[in-house]
């Protein structure tokens, strides 16, 4: 850290000197323009930056498909909007999992393909998204996936299990962005000032979502174990159609909390989503005594899907805490 005094020049004008080593380094010199971006009590200066689109290249010799995804996957979302992938050949198999990785993406396609290198690049413009409506959507697409999970499991419904599975992609492209997003605005305060969010927001929205993406995960689970299961006696039914209920209940306070516009409203819907966890505990509790008397592989079975649900609760009581310390005063 170094110190400077603020100065006044022409009785009006405030000025400071800027570190020369921190200058050199960053190509400052006479003449150069510098961007200031305020946050709060704080100033944030940044040499000006040309707008372009981040380019980043990758050696994936002998990568699998699995390693391959992560791969293309991490580039994403550390921030890079050409990704070329080279190695002295790409495989037929490496194509085919460079080609499910764009598709896991959002906005991303293959742009040129060689014997050696296949580049990928991103269409959409960073500027344009944003992390709150990738959140909201994620947020009504888990809670419609773990509703329909619970009703495929209830009705016996093959096809509405399937498609809750099939609807996880969707849940799983927009974790992506809402990480690509958060890990920009660390990166850059243009980035922070183009999304009209701050850091501390982006960080909380960050957290609930990877409860949101876990909620959408358990729901899938749930939809597995359906597809393997018959028809569930009548008050096992009703007792997982009630817990669905008060963990979607959770669910929703949680989500209210976090997007409330006044500290007063997200603390009365925090609070009353994290009470109501601790009952949710009691219940599954009395749920399992009662899976005790059945068959030993339907209970088991049923056991994991009230883990799940109980699972899906305790996540949105973690989007309950988060929602608290975003609405907390500032110190």
């Known amino acids: 850290m170094e110190t400077r005094k603020v100065q006044v020049?022409?009785?009006?004008?405030?000025?400071?000197?800027l570190p020369k080593t921190w200058a050199t380094d960053n190509g400052v010199s006479s003449g150069t323009t510098v961007e200031f971006y305020p946050e709060d009590d704080e100033l944030l200066l940044t040499p000006?930056?040309?707008?372009?689109?981040?380019?980043?290249?990758?050696?994936?010799?002998?990568?699998?498909?699995?390693?391959?995804?992560?791969?293309?996957?991490?580039?994403?979302?550390?921030?890079?909007?050409?990704?070329?992938?080279?190695a002295g050949r790409i495989t037929t198999e490496q194509r085919s999992a460079i080609r499910d990785a764009t598709q896991r993406l959002v906005g991303v396609?293959?742009?040129?393909?060689?014997?050696?290198?296949?580049?990928?690049?991103?269409?959409?413009?960073?500027?344009?998204?944003?992390?709150?409506?990738?959140?909201t959507r994620m947020r009504?697409?888990?809670?419609?996936?773990?509703?329909?999970?619970?009703?495929a499991l209830i009705e016996n419904d093959d096809d509405i299990a399937r498609d809750v599975i099939e609807r996880d992609d969707d849940v799983?492209?927009?974790?992506?962005?809402?990480?690509?997003?958060?890990?920009?605005?660390?990166?850059?305060?243009?980035?922070?000032?183009?999304?009209?969010?701050?850091?501390?927001?982006?960080?909380?929205?960050?957290?609930?979502?990877?409860?949101?993406?876990?909620?959408?995960?358990?729901?899938?689970?749930?939809?597995d174990i359906a597809l393997k299961l018959d028809e569930l006696p009548a008050d096992v039914a009703d007792a997982l159609y009630g817990l669905h209920a008060e963990a979607t209940s959770v669910f929703d306070q949680s989500m209210d909390a976090l997007f409330a516009d006044e500290s007063e409203e997200a603390n009365r819907l925090g609070h009353?989503?994290?009470?109501?966890?601790?009952?949710?505990d009691d219940h599954t509790r009395q749920i399992d005594d009662t899976l005790r008397d059945l068959e030993p592989a339907q209970a088991q079975s049923l056991g994991l899907i009230v883990d799940s649900l109980s699972r899906s609760a305790d996540y949105g009581g973690n989007i309950a805490e988060t929602a608290l310390q975003k609405a907390a005063p500032r110190p």
Not at 9 to 17: A, E, H, K, M, P
Request: glycine share 4%; proline share 1%.
């Open 109 to 135: 396609e293959v742009l040129e393909e060689t014997s050696d290198s296949v580049v990928i690049q991103d269409l959409l413009d960073s500027s344009e998204l944003s992390i709150v409506n990738a959140v």
């Open 272 to 280: 009353d989503a994290l009470a109501a966890v601790l009952e949710i």
């Open 9 to 17: 020049t022409g009785g009006s004008t405030y000025t400071v000197s």
């Open 48 to 86: 000006e930056r040309e707008t372009r689109r981040q380019e980043g290249t990758m050696d994936v010799s002998g990568l699998g498909d699995e390693q391959l995804m992560r791969a293309v996957m991490t580039m994403y979302v550390s921030g890079f909007d050409v990704i070329s992938l080279e």
């Open 140 to 151: 009504l697409i888990a809670k419609s996936m773990l509703e329909d999970a619970v009703t």
């Open 172 to 223: 799983d492209r927009l974790w992506l962005v809402v990480s690509r997003i958060f890990r920009a605005t660390l990166r850059s305060p243009r980035a922070v000032e183009e999304l009209g969010v701050s850091r501390e927001a982006c960080f909380d929205f960050h957290s609930s979502a990877r409860q949101l993406e876990r909620i959408a995960d358990h729901a899938v689970k749930i939809s």
